[in-house]
């Protein structure tokens, strides 16, 4: 998924992921979800991060590691 880099849309892709969970029962790894970000500072990067409760993933994307 593509977003902007704001706080706002940053919440509202965690609210909608929380509500995925919430209506499917499905539940999210977020320890072992990436973000892949774009010309973000490093010190915005970290604050999004910690509210997706991911880490920062590298190219190439491994989308199931062995």
Known sequence: ?????DM???QRL???LDS???STGL?????KSTTMPMHVPPTDLQ?????LQCTEGKFPQIYLPP
Do not use: G, P, Q
């Open 1 to 5: 998924m593509l977003l902007h880099v």
């Open 8 to 10: 706002e849309s940053i």
């Open 14 to 16: 965690k609210l909608a």
């Open 20 to 22: 995925f969970y919430t």
């Open 27 to 31: 539940v999210i790894n977020f320890m």
């Open 47 to 51: 604050v999004y991060m910690d509210l």
